[in-house]
C-alpha cells in the first residue's frame, strides 16, 4: 500500500496518512508472526494500533521495535498489561519502565510517538494527543554532540516491526509527532492574530483538512445566522415552543425521551435536518441541534468523519473523551471540557475530538441551538452510518443519525406557533383593558 500527502493541511499533531506495509523483496522471508511498517518521514511520525481481543492479554506482550534502515541499532517498546518497557537495541539494559501499557478495554486504541528533533518518544492510550499521554522519555547526552548524536541515532530509525500477539491491529501511520495540544476553537484567516499563532490559542481554519474546509466555509458565514430577516423571532419561538405544553418542541422531546435507553427528557435533544443526505456523511450532513438547559448527550463518537460544529444561539458544553468506554459510563475520563458560545466553531476529525458528550449546563437560562455538519474523507471507502454511543449499562449501543423534522417545515411551523402566540397575547391584553 503507498502513501500520498493529500492531507498535509490538516494540523502537523494529526497530518494523516493510512498504513503502510512494507513488502520489499529484502524483508519477503520475516519471520512468522512479525508485521512491517516503514516511517513516512524518518525519525518522526506516530503509531496507532489495537488490541482487538484484551481479555487474552493477561501474560503476554507486544513489541514494537523502531529499527535502522540496516537493523544494526533501534527503539525497542514491549507492552503489557499496566506495563511498558522501552530500551535501546545497542545496549544491555532498558531506558526506562513504567507502570503502563495496554488496557482491558475492547475499544481502547494506542499510540506511540517518535520526535528525532526533541529526542522525545511518548505513548499514549486513546487519540494521539499530549492530553491521553502516559509516558514520555527524553534521550539525553551529557554535552551537545551527545546531543546531536541522539538526534541523528533517531533520523536513521525508518522502520516498524511488531512483534505481538495474534489480535494486534495497526490502524494509522500519522505523518508527524505529538508535540503541542490542539486548539478546539478555530478561527478565520481575517480574524487570526500573531498571539493567536504563539499562544496556541485557535487553530487556523486554513490547518483543516480540506473535507473540513469546506464544511466551515458552508456554515461560518456573517448570514449564516438564525434569527434572520424572514424571521428575527425565530430562536425566542424555539424557547417558546420548548416551554410551551402544546408546543411542537415539546412533545417532540416527550416522545423522544427513551431514545436512549431508560426514559429520561433531560437526556434528548432534536435534530432538524437541512437538506438531503448525498451519501457523504453518516445522515444528512447538516443538522440544526436544540438543546434545552439540562439537556445532554450520551457519550457518543462520529462514524469516523470530519465534523464543524457552529454555535448560533446559547451556550453549549463539551466533554472529551480518549476513546468510547465500554464497562460503565465513568469507565473512561473525560481528558478535557470545553464551553462553546454563540459563533464559535469547533471541529472534529476522524482521529482528533471523535468522542464527545455535549450538554447545555443545568445553569443556563438560554436554550442552545448549535448548526452541526459532517462529511467522510474522501478516501474513505466504506461509510460507517452510525453515530456509536454508550447506553445506559455501559455497553456500547449504535444510533443511526435521523431527522426530527425538515428545516423548511420547522421553521414555518415555529412561525406559526409564534403568530398564534402573539394573537393570543395580543386577545388577553385587549380583554384585559375593556
Known amino acids: 500500500m503507498s502513501y500520498s500527502n493529500s492531507q498535509k493541511n490538516l494540523p502537523r499533531a494529526i497530518s494523516l496518512l493510512p498504513p503502510v506495509e512494507f513488502s520489499a523483496p529484502a524483508l519477503e522471508m520475516e519471520e512468522s508472526g512479525v508485521k512491517?511498517?516503514?516511517l513516512p518521514i524518518h525519525g518522526q511520525g506516530v503509531f496507532l494500533f489495537s488490541v482487538t481481543e484484551p481479555?487474552?492479554?493477561?501474560?503476554?506482550?507486544?513489541s514494537i521495535s523502531f529499527w535502522d534502515t540496516f537493523y544494526k541499532d533501534g527503539l525497542r517498546f514491549t507492552l503489557g498489561v499496566g506495563t511498558l518497557e522501552l530500551s535501546r537495541m545497542s545496549e544491555g539494559t532498558p531506558l526506562a519502565t513504567a507502570n503502563t501499557g495496554l488496557v482491558q478495554n475492547k475499544n481502547a486504541f494506542y499510540w506511540i510517538s517518535l520526535d528525532a528533533h526533541q529526542r522525545a518518544i511518548k505513548f499514549g492510550v486513546g487519540e494521539a494527543r499530549l492530553e491521553t499521554m502516559s509516558f514520555q522519555y527524553v534521550l539525553e547526552g551529557k554535552t551537545t554532540d551527545e546531543n546531536h548524536e541522539l538526534v541523528r541515532f533517531l533520523e536513521k530509525l525508518t522502520t516498524i516491526k511488531?512483534?505481538?500477539v495474534d489480535s494486534f491491529k495497526p490502524i494509522k501511520l500519522l505523518r508527524d509527532p505529538i508535540v503541542q495540544s490542539s486548539p478546539l476553537r478555530v478561527k478565520n484567516t481575517e480574524e487570526l492574530t500573531m498571539g493567536d499563532i504563539a499562544n496556541n490559542s485557535f487553530l487556523p481554519k486554513s490547518n483543516l483538512s480540506t473535507i473540513a474546509q469546506k464544511l466551515y466555509d458552508n456554515v461560518a458565514g456573517k448570514r449564516f445566522v438564525l434569527d434572520d430577516e424572514s424571521f428575527p423571532q425565530f430562536s425566542q419561538a424555539i424557547e417558546y415552543s420548548?416551554?410551551?405544553p402544546n408546543g411542537w418542541c415539546n412533545a417532540t422531546l416527550i416522545k423522544k425521551s427513551g431514545e436512549f435507553g431508560e426514559k429520561n427528557l433531560n437526556k434528548t435533544y432534536l435534530r432538524i435536518t437541512l437538506g438531503v443526505n448525498s451519501g457523504e456523511s453518516p445522515g444528512v450532513p447538516y443538522v440544526m441541534e436544540i438543546w434545552p438547559p439540562g439537556h445532554y448527550s450520551p457519550i457518543h463518537n462520529h462514524a469516523g468523519a470530519n465534523a464543524i460544529i457552529r454555535v448560533l444561539h446559547g451556550a453549549i458544553s463539551a466533554k472529551l473523551f480518549p476513546f468510547l468506554g465500554t464497562d460503565d459510563e465513568e469507565s473512561v475520563a473525560s481528558f478535557a471540557v470545553a464551553t462553546f458560545s454563540k459563533d464559535d466553531i469547533t471541529w472534529i476529525s476522524p482521529e482528533m475530538n471523535q468522542i464527545h458528550q455535549l450538554k447545555?449546563?443545568?445553569?443556563?437560562v438560554e436554550t442552545c441551538i448549535t448548526i452541526q455538519c459532517y462529511m467522510y474523507d474522501a478516501e474513505d471507502q466504506t461509510h460507517y452510518d452510525y453515530f456509536d454511543y454508550l447506553g445506559t449499562k455501559g455497553n456500547t449501543e449504535h444510533?443511526?443519525?435521523?431527522?426530527d423534522a425538515d428545516f423548511i417545515w420547522f421553521k414555518a411551523q415555529m412561525k406559526s406557533e409564534w403568530e398564534t402566540h402573539l394573537k393570543e397575547q395580543e386577545e388577553l391584553f385587549l380583554k384585559s383593558n375593556l
Not at 481479555?55 to 507486544?62: F, P, S
Not at 444510533?399 to 431527522?403: A, I, K, Q
Request: proline share 4%; no cysteine.
Open 36 to 38: 512491517t511498517y516503514v
Open 55 to 62: 481479555a487474552n492479554l493477561e501474560g503476554k506482550t507486544v
Open 162 to 164: 511488531v512483534t505481538s
Open 242 to 244: 420548548i416551554a410551551n
Open 360 to 364: 447545555n449546563l443545568d445553569g443556563n
Open 399 to 403: 444510533y443511526e443519525p435521523d431527522s
